[in-house]
């Protein structure tokens, strides 16, 4: 069993939805990630938590709307997407700086 | 240009063969991390290096912080082995990180 875990692992969503990704680790670090992977693009630092305060924004759109409520669980909050945002959202984990541990991902589809 | 560079974007290899995948950087970075990603997107962290060179089974990464490069050796590569190996840097101070586009690896039977 992975140490990092993803709900759901797919979903489709219209543009007037709202939807939350949920991120959960069980390996007792204090640091945790959201990153956007689009086809063709390298992988995008979105947030990051570290002891459940948020320590990096990398100017993503409000439509997106990170939430740590505590060291293990991490979520996001999707309202009013584009279909631009179609795409796979990977969370991860890690013990300070370093190594990371990745969650399987939610492949996100915005019709 | 993105600041993290990789080469070849596309390998295909015969079992057995010898394979290196480069990372160039144009920043300065506290660590180098080196990455796996296989079809259907699971990510699996090889590497972290911030000198030197590490080894793991049949994987090596090395680092050259004055050249700003890094590379990732397989030995003796296997089917199993085709995969994304993406580069990444990391900076002093913050959880900020940049990726390279990876390396689509492919090793033929």
Known sequence: ETGVTQTPRHLVMGMTNKKSLKCEQHLGH???YWYKQSA???LEL???YNFKEQTENNSV???FSPECPNSSHLFLHLHTL???DSALYLCASSHSRNEQFFGPGTRLTVL | KN???QSPQNLTAQEGEFITINCSYSVGISALHWLQQHPGGGIVSLFMLSSGKKKHGRLIATINIQEKHSSLHITASHPRDSAVYICAVGFSGT???IFGT???LKVLA
């Open chain 1, 61 to 63: 759109p409000s439509r």
């Open chain 1, 40 to 42: 063709k693009k390298p």
């Open chain 2, 102 to 104: 990876g390396t689509r």
């Open chain 2, 3 to 5: 600041e993290v560079e």
């Open chain 2, 95 to 97: 959880y900020k990180y």
């Open chain 1, 30 to 32: 204090n640091a945790m």
């Open chain 1, 82 to 84: 584009q279909p631009e």
């Open chain 1, 46 to 48: 979105m947030f990051v």
